[in-house]
T-cell receptor, first 113, second 113 residues
Framework: GDSVTQTEGLVTLTEGLPVMLNCTYQTIYSNPFLFWYVQHLNESPRLLLKSFTDNKRTEHQGFHATLHKSSSSFHLQKSSAQLSDSALYYCALVSSGSWQLIFGSGTQLTVMP | DPKIIQKPKYLVAVTGSEKILICEQYLGHNAMYWYRQSAKKPLEFMFSYSYQKLMDNQTASSRFQPQSSKKNHLDLQITALKPDDSATYFC????????????FGSGTRLLVI
């Protein structure tokens, strides 16, 4: 079945350093839709960015991601981390043949001063 | 004004009791969902509804029963509560399209003692 893998459970880095959160997916569907959701402490998840176009960079609020179908990846990146970026980040995939989102296990990003 | 209303925000229940979590969305979406998030697990899909019909159920226990009295309502009834049911329960909604964003409610924090 469809699945999303986020290999890092916890990422801690210093303010100003680049961010890269890994996301790979598995699906039989040839045109997947990939999403990144962000959840700050005591809040609900909200959409950060999404893409369904192969090899096209998508940007929002300083973050960017590129869907690479050849490697089934949709890594989240930011050039310079800010303290306010500390949050739980979920990669998600629309499952084959439906509109249902399948979430990865999440990556907790902590940015230190 | 919040687009998805979840009530109550906090709930303390005694083991063995029954509670109903309320969810109403005012986004005009035709699909609604329940997710659970506990300290030990990531965002966990429970149910999906479309036009008031159950589309998918990933909850093993029959103690969890969704109820949809109106198109924009999806309540969650939990019977015979256990301490392990303690979690934050999020309601979400979307349109039935692959690139549709999920909008999450603010959640109901349930503590079973």
């Amino acid at each position: 079945g469809d699945s999303v893998t986020q290999t890092e459970g916890l990422v801690t880095l210093t303010e100003g350093l680049p961010v890269m959160l890994n996301c790979t997916y598995q699906t039989i569907y040839s045109n997947p839709f990939l999403f990144w959701y962000v959840q700050h402490l005591n809040e609900s998840p909200r959409l950060l960015l999404k893409s369904f176009t192969d090899n096209k960079r998508t940007e929002h609020q300083g973050f960017h991601a590129t869907l690479h179908k050849s490697s089934s990846s949709f890594h989240l990146q930011k050039s310079s981390a800010q303290l306010s970026d500390s949050a739980l980040y979920y990669c998600a995939l629309v499952s084959s043949g439906s509109w249902q989102l399948i979430f990865g296990s999440g990556t907790q990003l902590t940015v230190m001063p | 004004d919040p687009k998805i209303i979840q009530k109550p925000k906090y709930l303390v229940a005694v083991t063995g009791s029954e509670k109903i979590l309320i969810c109403e969305q005012y986004l005009g979406h035709n699909a609604m969902y329940w997710y659970r998030q506990s300290a030990k697990k990531p965002l966990e899909f429970m149910f999906s509804y479309s036009y008031q019909k159950l589309m998918d159920n990933q909850t093993a226990s029959s103690r969890f029963q969704p109820q949809s009295s109106k198109k924009n309502h999806l309540d969650l009834q939990i019977t015979a509560l256990k301490p392990d049911d303690s979690a934050t329960y999020f309601c979400a909604s979307s349109q039935e399209t692959k690139n549709s964003d999920y909008t999450f409610g603010s959640g109901t924090r349930l503590l079973v003692i």
